[in-house]
């Protein structure tokens, strides 16, 4: 299966500041990727899907790029409802969709 | 508004069965696949099973493969799973998930339902 990998496991920001987040996978996924971002307590919420593309609702300051093993999601000025958890997700090897083990966006 | 409503979790001793349930509104369900995604204590989201818009087909993780069984209702606009075999490992909570598009990606998530398998 397709390991997806997250880093850093911990990013501690300042609200205004910028986050950059990062997602390796083990084989190639083309432009098949998503994030997700998660509040305690909530299900997730799908923010990009196939690499760049926002979804529905979701603020134009989140950006997703990459190809494909590497890949960003990048937060340009954090908000304060963003702080929270984020994973990535593949769908180029299915079954199984495969998810990264997230990166948590704390406030510093 | 689209709405996914699980229900069914509990508490479970292991080896025991348990059948979860997810009700749709705000959209044609027929015209979507559904997925059910678990998430243990701490831990990231895990896919668990698929089926196609029809019914006619289901993907499963290897690790509920054999145990679990993903059903839908189309008449009733609901989602299925049935859990059996439990194992402490099952624990976690379990959402039903719109897919857009054939394994693609989740575009919509219900609250969730525990499980919890424990003696």
């Known amino acids: 299966e397709t390991v997806l990998t997250q880093s850093p496991a911990t990013l501690s920001l300042s609200p205004g500041e910028r986050a950059t987040l990062s997602c390796r996978a083990s084989?190639?996924?083309?432009?098949?990727l998503a994030w997700y971002q998660q509040k305690s307590g909530q299900a997730p919420r799908l923010l990009i899907y196939?690499?760049?593309n926002r979804a529905t609702g979701v603020p134009a300051r989140f950006s997703g790029s990459g190809s494909g093993t590497d890949f960003t999601l990048t937060i340009s000025s954090l908000e304060p409802e963003d702080f929270a958890m984020y994973y990535c997700?593949?769908?180029?090897?299915?079954?199984?969709?495969?998810f990264g083990g997230g990166t948590r966006v704390e406030v510093k | 508004e689209v709405q996914l409503v699980e229900s069914g979790g509990d508490v479970v001793q292991p080896g025991g069965s348990l059948r979860l349930s997810c009700v749709a509104s705000g959209f044609t369900f027929s015209n979507y696949e559904m997925n059910w995604v678990r998430q243990a204590p701490g831990k990231g989201p895990e896919w668990v099973s698929y089926?196609?818009?029809?019914?006619?087909?289901?993907y499963y993780a290897d690790s509920v493969r054999g145990r679990f069984t993903m059903s839908r209702d189309n008449g009733k606009n609901s989602l299925y799973l049935q859990m059996n075999s439990l194992t402490v490992e099952d624990t976690a909570v379990y959402y039903c998930?719109?897919?857009?598009?054939?394994?693609?990606?989740?575009?919509?998530w219900g609250q969730g339902t525990l499980v919890t398998v424990s003696s």
């Open positions: 998930a719109r897919d857009p598009h054939a394994g693609s990606r989740f575009d919509q």
């Open positions: 089926i196609t818009k029809s019914g006619d087909a289901t």
């Open positions: 084989e190639n996924v083309e432009i098949y």
């Open positions: 997700q593949q769908r180029k090897h299915w079954p199984p969709l495969t």
């Open positions: 196939d690499t760049s």
